[in-house]
């Protein structure tokens, strides 16, 4: 069965201090993975889209590394600030099901604390 | 331009009545998705369209859940006698194809609570 984990649930840290989120999938055969923000009460937001042939995407502060072999990707959020507060879900479209669907984690909560 | 939008944005309803919840995708995208996010299952996929070709309707959860696409644009999804596991938000989301390269793009959700 395709699965994808994000761990840990929850996480906080202080004000400055580097953030890395994991997620894991279970099938190497992906065809691309996205990392979202969810803020409390509101949709989703979409950080950075990595393909399968991609080892990482950059974004300001953000950075996403994919490696498919070992089946996992982390989400790097550089000198964080209170504002990072939120929800970070990694979310995969597989190779086979790539007309379509994403299957997500279910979420990193993060709090960043002043 | 304009985002996705939902309507409404909170729905409250008694056991056994039907809803429809509306999505208004960015224009000029071709893929339309629904997905629901509830507190025990996390954000899952229930439909989705692209264009004129046949949705794709394995991540509906019973009969009583039913979606169309209007125009190849505004979406509803309809669920018949509702039941308190129904309750989560449903969130729509659009990409200008499935394929490829595109983000999907997320509206704020319907917050549905079934009584």
């Known amino acids: 069965k395709q699965e994808v984990t994000q761990i840990p649930a929850a996480l906080s840290v202080p004000e400055g201090e580097n953030l890395v989120l994991n997620c894991s999938f279970t099938?190497?055969?992906?065809?691309?993975l996205q990392w979202f923000r969810q803020d409390p009460g509101k949709g989703l937001t979409s950080l950075l889209l990595?393909?399968?042939?991609?080892r990482e995407q950059t974004s300001g502060r953000l950075n996403a590394s994919l490696d498919k072999s070992s089946g996992r990707s982390t989400l790097y959020i550089a000198a964080s600030q209170p504002g990072d507060s939120a929800t970070y879900l990694c979310?995969?479209?597989?190779?086979?099901?790539?007309?379509?669907?994403?299957?997500f984690g279910a979420g990193t909560q993060v709090v960043v604390t002043p | 331009g304009a985002g996705v939008s939902q309507s409404p944005s909170n729905k409250v309803t008694e056991k056994g009545k039907d809803v429809e919840l509306r999505c208004d995708p960015i224009?000029?995208?071709?893929?339309l998705y629904w997905y629901r996010q509830s507190l025990g299952q996390g954000l899952e996929f229930l439909i989705y369209?692209?264009?004129?070709?046949?949705?794709?309707k394995s991540g509906l959860p019973s009969d009583r859940f039913s979606a169309e696409r209007t125009g190849g644009s505004v979406s509803t999804l309809t669920i018949q006698r509702t039941q308190q596991e129904d309750s989560a938000v449903y969130l729509c989301?659009?990409?200008?194809?499935?394929?490829?390269?595109?983000?999907?793009?997320f509206g704020p959700g319907t917050r549905l609570l079934v009584l």
């Open positions: 224009s000029g995208h071709t893929a």
């Open positions: 979310a995969v479209k597989w190779a086979a099901d790539s007309w379509g669907k994403l299957q």
């Open positions: 989301a659009s990409s200008w194809r499935p394929r490829g390269e595109e983000t999907q793009y």
């Open positions: 369209f692209q264009g004129n070709s046949a949705p794709d």
């Open positions: 990595i393909q399968s042939s991609q």
């Open positions: 099938d190497s055969a992906i065809y691309n």
